[in-house]
């Protein structure tokens, strides 16, 4: 019987311990089977992000494609542009309103080069250089002990485009009214007219006429003194205007005296240049000479120098205090005699 109870229990054990082999057997079947479909879902996720990426990147290339067309089809105002007609080439009327506005556009273009300015521009930027902006003695200047000083105003008015190519200038002084005068100008194609007349009792007639281009003009200026009665001035000048250099040749005095001017542009990016000016009288036979430098700083900074032969050294130094209102401090030293004080002036601008 104990043999047969022992028995019992091996067989029982030994069951036992099959069932716990299959079972775990099992189990390590169930688990193998998991994993694999835990990797078959995780390759199906990866597929569905991968075909879900590939089609984010043809919606971006296609809306990328649909904007630049839509931008080509776009002029810079955003406005679109108007497609097409094959019909329009058809049409002549259309053809010729296409080549009008063409002519305009052209002439538009054309017109700054064609268009020869008036006698003063002659020699124009090389006296600006040289001479505007420094010290000078006015009309009415004042002195007090060792200081000296002149107060007063100029305006100018310009009316542009009363007609075609008419222009109206008017200018005023202060405290001398009696200089200022009312200038007409009118500027077209390969001519430039001038015509002015003073604001003295017996006021003084101007007139002066230039011919061809802005490259290249031929001018002629001359005044009448109504008080006289005789013709008080005639001058002549030709101006060359190619990249870079501006020079001038003018008679002046009824002939008697040459004056040439030269203004060159030493560096476009910082706006420096040189001007120089000779002038000879023939009936004194006396030469003068001046030379100047400008240069820019910003667009609100300037700076220029000039030196004549008499030894008198000039600097301005201009600064924009606002939008509006521009100052500049002025000085003037005589390098030939240096106990002679210092001349220092400010001045202020207001522009339009």
Not at 160 to 176: E, M, Q, R, Y
Not at 323 to 343: F, H, Q, T, W, Y
Request: proline share 3%; charged share 30%.
């Amino acid at each position: 019987m104990l043999l047969f109870a022992m028995n019992r229990r091996l067989i029982s054990q030994s069951m036992g311990e099959t069932k716990k082999d299959e079972s775990t057997k099992e189990a390590e079947k169930k688990d193998k089977h998991g994993k694999k479909e835990k990797h078959k879902d995780e390759d199906g996720k990866e597929e569905k992000e991968g075909e879900e990426k590939s089609k984010d990147k043809e919606k971006k290339k296609k809306d990328k494609e649909g904007k630049g067309e839509g931008e080509d089809d776009k002029e810079d105002g955003g406005k679109e542009k108007k497609k097409k007609n094959p019909e329009d080439k058809k049409d002549p009327m259309k053809l010729k309103l296409k080549l009008e506005k063409i002519e305009t556009k052209m002439q538009e273009l054309n017109m700054g080069n064609s268009v020869p300015g008036i006698y003063h521009d002659i020699g124009k930027k090389a006296r600006d250089l040289l001479y505007k902006g420094y010290i000078e003695r006015k009309p009415t200047w004042y002195e007090y002990r060792h200081l000296s000083y002149s107060c007063g105003f100029d305006c100018t008015l310009h009316l542009k485009d009363i007609a075609p190519g008419l222009n109206t200038v008017f200018t005023l002084f202060h405290p001398d009214q009696e200089a200022g005068r009312v200038e007409f100008r009118f500027l077209h194609d390969y001519i430039g007219i001038t015509a002015g007349i003073g604001f003295k009792p017996q006021p003084v007639l101007t007139c002066s006429t230039v011919v061809g281009t802005n490259n290249l003009s031929l001018g002629a200026d001359f005044s009448y003194d109504t008080d006289k009665e005789e013709l008080s001035k005639f001058n002549g000048g030709l101006s060359l205007n190619i990249a870079g250099l501006v020079a001038s040749v003018a008679m002046e005095n009824k002939g008697d005296t040459m004056n040439t001017t030269c203004y060159c542009v030493v560096n476009p990016r910082s706006t420096c240049a040189i001007g120089a000016e000779l002038n000879h009288c023939f009936s004194r036979n006396e030469t003068a000479f001046a030379f100047g430098a400008e240069y820019v700083w910003n667009q609100s900074t300037y700076m220029k120098a000039r030196v004549n032969n008499f030894g008198k050294v000039g600097i301005v130094l201009q600064r924009q205090l606002f939008s509006k209102l521009a100052g500049a401090l002025v000085a003037e030293i005589d390098a030939l005699n240096l106990r002679r004080n210092p001349k220092v002036g400010f001045s202020f601008a207001v522009m339009p």
